[in-house]
């Protein structure tokens, strides 16, 4: 009796063990063509900068884009001190969501002035899906003319001052 009782609940009991461990499985593989939020790689990559940690905010760049992106930003002579960025938007350009323009808003001073200054860059995020990360692609124009200025003591376009 207790044979046929056991082989009964296995009988009835497999197929429910079987669809348990089918639908884990397609959980799990619906689960990677999920794209993650850009706010976290955006806030990484922004407060990176902002505390001089260029290399590692380098690392979620364009691979063309790094070397600049070094130059302009490492070093003792860099003329950007942060003293706080703020992501202002993030809109999607793309229907799959794999591609976002973030708007962000920097506050910095520019040693041996002490007067804070604005300015606000754009940053266009890529997904990468076979890696599974973000990556982004930095407008560094503004950048760029900040030092450009300051070099000839000219005011700088879009910086407004405090």
């Not at 070397?67 to 229907?95: C, I, M, N, W, Y």
């Not at 754009?122 to 890696?131: D, G, M, V, Y």
């Amino acid at each position: 009796m207790l044979r046929r009782s056991l082989g009964l609940w296995l009988a009835l009991a497999a197929p429910l063990l079987l669809g348990c461990a089918i639908s884990a499985l397609l959980l799990d593989s619906f689960g990677e063509s999920v794209i993650p939020e850009v706010s976290e790689s955006a806030d990484a990559y922004n407060q990176n900068l902002r505390w001089g940690r260029v290399q590692q905010a380098g690392a979620q760049m364009l691979p063309a884009q790094r070397e600049r992106f070094v130059e302009l930003f490492d070093g003792d002579q860099s003329a950007f001190h942060f003293t706080s960025v703020e992501v202002l938007s993030a809109v999607p350009k793309s229907v799959d969501g794999r591609e976002v323009d973030v708007l962000v808003e920097w506050e910095f001073y520019s040693p041996p002035a002490l007067t804070e200054r604005r300015l606000r860059q754009k940053q266009t995020w890529h997904f990468l899906a076979l890696e599974r990360r973000w990556q982004v692609a930095p407008d560094l124009a503004v950048f760029e003319a900040v030092v450009a200025a300051s070099g000839s003591n000219a005011p700088v376009p879009a910086s407004p001052q405090r």
